[in-house]
């Protein structure tokens, strides 16, 4: 299952899905409650309003046109730091190397921290 599925950038299509599963997932797993949902849908129309497109980026991780995971790096309010951001794994989709697929990307956004920090 890991070879076909695809890491690719966030999209402002992806918004109302990746608020709908943190908001669902936390609350099952961790019991948090409904303000949970619209702070992830204030954190991802900031990133879409004003991010640096050299070294902030969010990834959708799919598998035939189903959404599975996402991960983000942003900037860290302490300078030359990243802060990850909205990492998540489907339950579904966990046990198959996913979340390290989507540690890729964010480990080549090193070079942009270090050149820039």
């Known amino acids: 299952m890991i070879d076909d599925i695809t890491l690719r950038p966030f999209a402002e299509a992806d918004l109302d899905w990746l608020v709908e599963a943190h908001a669902t997932l936390y609350a099952e797993d961790e ?33 035939d046109g189903h959404r599975l995971g996402s991960i983000f790096c942003v900037e860290s309010p302490q300078p030359s730091w990243a802060k990850l951001r909205l990492f998540l794994v ?14 890729t990307p964010v480990w080549g956004l090193r070079g942009a921290w270090a050149m820039m920090g």
């Open 31 to 63: 019991g948090f409650d409904d303000s949970f949902g619209p702070l992830v849908e204030t954190i991802l129309r900031r990133f879409l309003l004003d991010h640096d497109d050299v070294r902030e980026r969010g990834w959708v991780a799919a598998h």
């Open 90 to 103: 489907l339950p579904q989709a966990r046990g198959f190397g996913l979340g390290q697929l989507c540690w």
